[in-house]
């Protein structure tokens, strides 16, 4: 029972929370434990917010699911647990995030309800919406970086809010095309109504679209004369390449071995974009604090 009520929560994506902490690494801050500590804390409460709106979108999602191949085994339209206890989870949930965020800077908690606003929207409409679905899942990655920076009190550079922005409209298109090839392959034209609007050459354009915007963005971002300034280094453009990687990487993942739907599956399973990942950490952090010149 403890495991089903887990998989509600959905744990494996508090991942995408991660982008909590992108203001931290290039604030040069990352290693002052106050500032840390902060930043951990925006982070859990953005990880509980998630997991409350997953909760809420499977209840709301719940005959759906109930039709989808995959998503049918999921705790509610499983059966595994009864909708009246997810919906009294997620209540308990709220309070939990309504009182926690009277802790925070009035900033940062205007950014988590609008990031909870945000996927409630989604959940009852916007995912029903061409295009608007996936611009919503991009604005919810942002809403994080923006909140990672509002918490701490520091600036964030627009080419890192754009390269956040695309990546994430990347990672949705992509979830997008997966979706659309499964239920070519089951015949299944039920499981999300807006995926009639969509075709693969469609979705195909916007990835190759999204994912030029998220190399040349990041390219932009290492040079940028503020970067620079800041990191007092142009060595940061050395970093591109994982980047470059990670996008081809995860383009081949979805388009030659049928990957794609569940994003967080790709980052913990992939060993190869595990390194790149890893790599991209270890030399990002090198070059801003100048541990190599």
């Known amino acids: 029972m403890i495991r089903n009520y887990l998989k509600l929560l959905r744990l494996p994506q508090w991942i995408k929370n991660f982008f909590v902490f ?11 434990k106050d500032y840390f500590i902060v930043s951990f804390s925006g982070f859990i409460i953005f990880c509980i917010t998630s997991s409350l709106v997953y ?7 719940l005959e759906a699911d109930k039709a ?3 998503k049918k085994n999921r705790p509610l339209p499983s059966g595994k647990i009864p909708r009246i206890n997810a919906i009294l989870l997620a209540t308990i949930i709220f309070v939990i995030v309504g009182t926690a965020l009277t802790q925070f800077n009035e900033y940062f908690a205007f950014s988590v309800i609008a990031y ?3 996927n409630i929207l989604y959940s009852f409409s916007l995912k029903h919406i061409v295009l608007l679905d996936i611009f919503s899942i991009a604005a919810g990655f ?3 970086v923006i909140a990672g920076a509002l918490i701490i009190s520091v600036p964030i550079s627009s080419w890192l809010l754009l390269t956040t922005m695309f990546i994430s409209l990347f990672l949705a298109v992509m979830k997008r095309q997966s979706e659309l090839k499964l239920i070519q392959d089951e015949s299944n034209t039920t499981t999300r109504k807006v995926l009639a609007s969509y075709s693969l050459d469609f979705t195909n354009q916007i ?3 999204a994912a030029s915007g998220v190399i040349i963005c990041y390219a932009l971002y290492t040079v940028s004369s503020r970067t620079v300034s800041i990191f007092g280094t142009e060595n940061l453009i050395y970093t591109t390449p994982f980047v470059v990687f990670g996008i081809f990487r995860y ?6 071995n049928k990957k ?4 967080t599956e790709i980052m913990l399973t992939d060993l190869p974009m595990i390194l790149n990942v890893l790599l991209y950490i270890l030399t990002t952090t090198l070059i801003v604090y100048k541990i190599i010149q």
């Open 22 to 32: 992108v203001p931290l690494v290039f604030s040069q801050h990352l290693f002052d």
């Open 55 to 61: 909760v809420i979108n499977d209840v709301i999602d």
């Open 68 to 70: 989808h191949p995959v």
């Open 116 to 118: 909870f606003v945000l």
């Open 142 to 144: 942002t809403l994080r």
């Open 207 to 209: 990835a190759t679209v």
């Open 251 to 256: 383009m081949y993942l979805v388009y030659i």
């Open 260 to 263: 794609g739907e569940n994003t």
